[in-house]
């Protein structure tokens, strides 16, 4: 049996669908249930950012989790393939028509990706104040909580329908299968089968 962590919504829905072609079966969970288990796989549904938490404490031996939720934290876990779903980037939101500004003393950023920004930062080494949100990020500037955000970008249409501009992206996200390091070595077979299956409908 492979417990295989999912986070809620549109990553867990694309995943089951790649596991529906791989294995000919259909993988759905049932209405508020949060464990479905069937034919050698028991999926859990879980927050998005709780993946790599089940997985790096082997409550489940894999998971599937956005490479920018990874970059968030240091997890002690092994990344196994990119499953090529989930594809979106992490960049700066600006008030439409502002560049941002160097030049200023300091500039107020908000995200969700605190990590991230304050490396991008680091590496220019140039002092930001990181305001941390959980979500709703794109109203930030528009009440005067920061001078600009980042956050996850896919069409763009989020940051547009709320007058910011997609600024310089900071790095390009997909949803990737991760492994606990015990499970990796334990159910070695079982886990490649996996992968070697998968693989094929990428
Ligand atoms: N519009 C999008 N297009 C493609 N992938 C996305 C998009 N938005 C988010 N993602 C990816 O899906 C992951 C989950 O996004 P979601 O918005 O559900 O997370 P969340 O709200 O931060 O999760 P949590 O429930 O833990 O707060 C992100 O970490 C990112 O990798
Ligand atoms: O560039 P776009 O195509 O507009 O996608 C970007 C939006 O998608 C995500 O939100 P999501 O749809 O997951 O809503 P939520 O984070 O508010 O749940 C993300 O947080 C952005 O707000």
Redesign the pocket.
């Known amino acids: 049996m492979l417990t295989i962590a999912l986070p809620k919504?549109r990553i867990a829905d694309e995943t089951l669908d790649r596991f529906e072609k791989a294995f000919g079966e259909k993988f759905v969970f049932e209405d508020r249930k949060l464990i479905l288990q069937k034919s050698g796989f028991k999926f859990l549904n879980v927050r998005n950012q709780d993946v790599p938490t089940y997985v790096m404490h082997g409550a489940a031996d894999l998971g599937v989790v956005g490479l920018d939720v990874l970059e968030e934290k240091e997890y002690d876990l092994i990344k196994l393939l990119d499953l090529k779903l989930g594809k979106?980037k992490v960049a700066f939101g600006l008030r439409a028509g502002e560049n941002l500004n160097f030049d200023k003393s300091k500039i107020t950023i908000a995200t969700k990706h605190e990590k991230i920004t304050k490396k991008y930062f680091e590496e220019k080494a140039m002092a930001v104040e990181i305001i941390k949100l959980y979500?709703?990020?794109?109203l930030a500037p528009l009440v005067g909580l920061c001078d600009c955000i980042v956050?996850?970008?896919?069409?763009?249409?989020?940051?547009k329908q709320n007058g910011l501009e997609v600024g310089p992206t900071i790095m390009q996200s997909s949803a990737h299968l991760i492994a606990n390091k015990n499970s990796f070595y334990a159910k070695k077979d079982a886990i490649f089968d996996l992968k070697d299956r998968i693989e094929k409908y990428l």
């Open positions: 919504g979106c979500g709703s990020i794109e956050d996850i970008v896919e069409t763009g249409e989020t940051m």
